[in-house]
């Protein structure tokens, strides 16, 4: 039922998560199939930890669940949009909203 | 002057480009620590393409040049979000404005 899509050599594809509303970016993370299906078949964002080698329910214990309302790929079909609503107070581990809450600018940091 | 970014394994951080005004997430692309300095410098975004291997200023032949106006990076350090200003027609080769464009459904495609 999915498209054609092309996961990397460790059989994942990075989602990029934008809130429905506000159309902030709020995180990137990485899927593989099943975490896809997961996703796609509860409305619920589902990643793969790279670094807990895991499934990972975003917001399971923290309750900062993401309600998914559009899933898109893109022409190379190697990248996720994933449009949601976010439940809780965000969607960064630090407590802010988003997880871009730093800037690089030309003088530095 | 950079902060202190995770490249992977290949040297590369994605960046994901997105429109500062209309707040359209256009693409997703790769970049090394020198694409980011030039698009740091130049105030143009510039990447590493994977499949060419090598730098390529995005519009530079189409004329869809992306006009840098921030740079942000999340709290892992491993990912990249630059708002720009799209030129020209859009971001994607197939001539949409984003090469986000596709939707999957729970019926499929």
């Known amino acids: 039922m999915l498209p054609k ?15 429905v509303n506000t ?13 896809l299906k997961m996703t796609i078949e509860t409305g619920f964002t589902h990643f793969w930890s790279r670094s807990r080698q895991k499934y ?3 917001g399971e214990t923290s309750g900062d669940i993401q309600e998914v ?19 809780g107070k965000g969607a960064c581990h630090t ?9 690089i600018t030309k003088e530095g940091i």
Request: one cysteine or more; proline letters at 2%; hydrophobic letters at 40%.
């Open 5 to 19: 899509l092309k996961f990397d050599e460790k059989g994942l594809i990075p989602a990029i998560i934008q809130e």
């Open 23 to 35: 159309l902030e970016v709020l995180m990137m993370a990485y899927m593989n199939e099943h975490s």
């Open 56 to 58: 990972w329910k975003k």
């Open 69 to 87: 309302k559009e899933i898109l790929y893109d022409c190379d079909e190697d990248t996720l949009l994933i449009k949601v609503i976010q439940h």
């Open 95 to 103: 407590g802010n909203r988003t997880c871009f809450y730093r800037k």
